[in-house]
């Protein structure tokens, strides 16, 4: 008898994979990619390690059957279904966000203006290395970070001989931006989808962000933008500068070889946990009277916000 399956740490996972076209199954158990190629052609099989990755971003061309999509959730693995290069997100499963203490504990600091300062203030310091001006809003922070991340793609560019007109891209039509628009939003995407898998992971809500508001993903770009222009932004600049073939299959290559490198997936939950500790507010205690669950939750080997 195989023991039930449970999720590992998102630290010792990979990052990210990207399937193009295929169906995606369940076959002996194992969680795989089916390439058909005609009806006389004997289907070939892509075994993907499910439980060993963070993130799975499915593009244009693929299909999921439940079987794979119920394995991807036990095991605690995201899936995005995304459009061409993985740049629009249509849709994403949750295999986290399973904590409601963690979710009320978010809310509350995103929702008292002293403590989202707090909060902002030391993502702010995370993301440049250095304590934030004094007495500042988070409308004006915000501005001067602006400000820095323009400067900081034009140095950029500047480093690796990139013509620069600024950041603009129409996510409905991909074509019409330039390569270093193309390869910025490729490799950002990547991010985006490593980060939200950790964020769940870690028991909090996507949407609940305290620098970006108003998107599902909000807390998301607040986490992933403390790591861009130490990853994926040089990157992305890199294999511009190179003009290759295929950009966006150059870009995915290079952020997954950054995100190992630089040890992402071990850095975000901890760094989540001392963005939000920077508020000086305790977890709130459960109150009173609550009804506990009627069947205990066996130990998990994941993280606080995976379902075991």
């Known amino acids: 008898m195989l023991p039930t399956l449970k999720p590992i740490p998102i630290k010792e996972r990979l990052s990210i994979v990207f399937v193009e076209k295929g169906e995606i199954d369940v076959v002996d158990g194992a969680f795989v990619v089916v390439d058909q190629q005609g009806f006389r052609v004997r289907a070939v099989l892509t075994h993907i390690p499910v439980g060993g990755v963070a993130c799975i971003m499915l ?167 403390i790591y861009k222009f130490d990853t994926v932004v040089p990157v992305a600049f890199k294999i511009a500068a190179s003009n290759p073939p295929n950009p966006e299959r150059a870009v995915r290559l290079a952020c997954r070889d950054i995100f190992r490198q630089s040890r992402l997936l071990e850095r975000i939950i901890p760094d989540i946990e001392d963005m939000l500790a920077a508020a000086d507010l305790p977890r709130p205690p459960e109150p009173e009277g609550l009804v506990g669950p009627a069947i205990t939750n066996p130990d998990s080997l994941g993280d606080a916000g995976h379902r075991s």
């Open 59 to 225: 593009e244009p061309g693929t299909r999921v059957s439940h079987r794979a999509a119920a394995l991807a959730a036990r095991v605690g693995t995201l899936l995005v279904w995304v459009g061409e290069a993985g740049v629009r997100l249509y849709s994403s499963g949750q295999p986290g966000g399973a904590r409601a203490d963690r979710l009320l504990y978010q809310a509350k600091l995103a929702l008292d203006e002293n403590l989202r300062l707090k909060v902002v203030r030391k993502m702010y310091a995370l993301r440049f290395g250095e304590e934030p001006p004094a007495r500042r809003s988070v409308e004006q922070l915000r501005g001067i970070e602006g400000a820095r991340v323009r400067r900081t793609y034009q140095l950029l560019a500047q480093k690796f001989g990139v013509q620069w007109k600024g950041r603009d891209y129409n996510p409905e039509d991909w074509d019409v931006s330039d390569l270093p628009n193309r390869c910025l939003s490729s490799a950002t995407a990547a991010l985006y989808g490593v980060t939200e898998a950790a964020v769940l992971a870690a028991g909090y809500a996507p949407a609940v962000g305290f620098i970006h508001t108003g998107k599902p993903l909000s807390f998301v770009y607040d986490v992933a933008d």
